[in-house]
């Protein structure tokens, strides 16, 4: 391997691994746009998917050589199962940061890939490797940890959203893995539309103040959309799991964020629980990405 051809793939790397980071941080401010918006789930819920299907069609049109209607052919069926299933994720998101703590909704989705990997063997028949059932089983132990400190205070629905979002976003993430020929850009852009309709029903738009307008417009046009699809983008420079260790800085960032702009302070269950998942996450992913190699 000639000096130039290396230094093209550490910049590559380099590249990489910047887009993942500015994917973690953006995606980790989410909540506190949620927060600020001053309406109720259903509202912030409505405004999101608003967003989100306008915003993905853009970036589609950008990034996409097929264009949106190619785009969304090629993609067949599994792009509305897809939206559908990124309805539900990004409903049980915004549910559970309005009922409970923004640590325990972040801890628990940081869950995703072990819980992915249960589907993967479940769905796609993937053999599962010590490792793996390891990793399941520790983080089942670490998400029981961190509901069980919120049956006392009453913010358990919340934790059980959060639980429902990251199986909704894992049952996802196996179904992009099965069929790659579905337009992730697409799948985003239709969960976007379906919440926004679904929610529609139940909001009331003509209450929202100009304030709830612009906090949630840039976080459905700008923030949330740039983040994923710079995490997105940084597949093409890093490996998975490489992407995976590194979007965990939102599982961190997310609760830090939460103590400075709203003073809240995770239970010491949390941070249990919480302990106990990003470091099985963790050493899982390392795992993984060492068997890449």
Known sequence: ??????????????????????????????????????????DTAFLFGLFSAISMPILLKMNDKRGIRKALTASGWPILVSGI???????????????????????ILSATPAIAAIFSWLILKETTNRSTLFAIVAVMIGITIVVSGSVNTGNWLGDLLALFSVT???LMFTLLRKYQDISRLASVGLGGLLLAIVMFYFATPSSYSME???????????????????????TRHISAP?????????????????FMFFSEIPANTSLLGGAVIITTIFFYTLFSLKNEH
């Open 1 to 42: 391997m000639t000096n130039s051809t290396t230094k093209a793939l550490t910049n590559s790397r380099k590249i990489g691994f910047g887009l993942a980071l500015l994917g973690a941080v953006l995606m980790s401010i989410d909540p506190i746009f949620i927060r600020y918006a001053g309406v109720s789930g259903f």
């Open 85 to 107: 299933l990124m309805l539900g994720s990004a409903t049980g998101l915004v549910f559970s940061i309005k009922m409970t703590s923004i640590a325990n909704t972040f801890v």
């Open 168 to 170: 909704c976003l894992a």
């Open 212 to 234: 709830t307008w612009l906090i949630m417009g840039v976080m459905g046009l700008f923030t949330a959309p740039l983040g994923r699809v710079f995490s997105m983008v940084a």
């Open 242 to 258: 490489e992407v995976s260790m590194t979007l965990m800085l939102e599982t961190v960032l997310a609760p830090i964020w939460a």
